[in-house]
């Protein structure tokens, strides 16, 4: 994962509620054993229809995806996560998003930032010609025609994604102190019962 505090540049807006992780990547594709490659078949199904967001050059490589609510609802595959990162998405904004999809985009880096209905239809109405900045030490959303919508994330995630912080990186920021903890630590000697008499 890399840290950054802005993500900006244009965002898909897509705003469909209630997209579930199959839209987001069909279930042909969870065989793959790489994360390779998911984001060509990311929202396979939308971009089946004609005039489509993600087929359109002009939101090439968007880093922001503005989505409806309930976005990541069904199952609970990583993939989907996966798909979207591979596929250059760094934030997506939805009025409400499903738990498991939120902490899954957190884990690979996605910034799942909830606004209220009211701010999402004005994002996506902007979108459609102008870029969005997502700063995630300020927390906000803006645009270049002034707009500026304010959201909360708990702060744990916050730093994660401003360090560029997965849980392997997390472990290895304590690495020191897990060393000195099993430097302190006797060894167990597995091979037989431990003697819990105190003679």
Known sequence: MSGRERIEGRAYPFGRRNVDTDVIIPAAHLKTITRAGLGQHAFETVRAEPGNVFDDPVYAGAPVLIAGDNFGCGSSREHAAWALVDMGVRVVIAPSFSDIFSGNAFKNGIAAVVLPQAAVDRLLEVACAQPVTVDLETMSVTTPLQDRFVFEMDPFRRECLLKGLDEIGLTLASEAAI?????????????????????
């Open 179 to 199: 060393a000195a903890y099993e430097a302190a630590t006797p060894s167990l000697n597995w091979g037989r019962p431990l003697s819990l008499s105190t003679a």
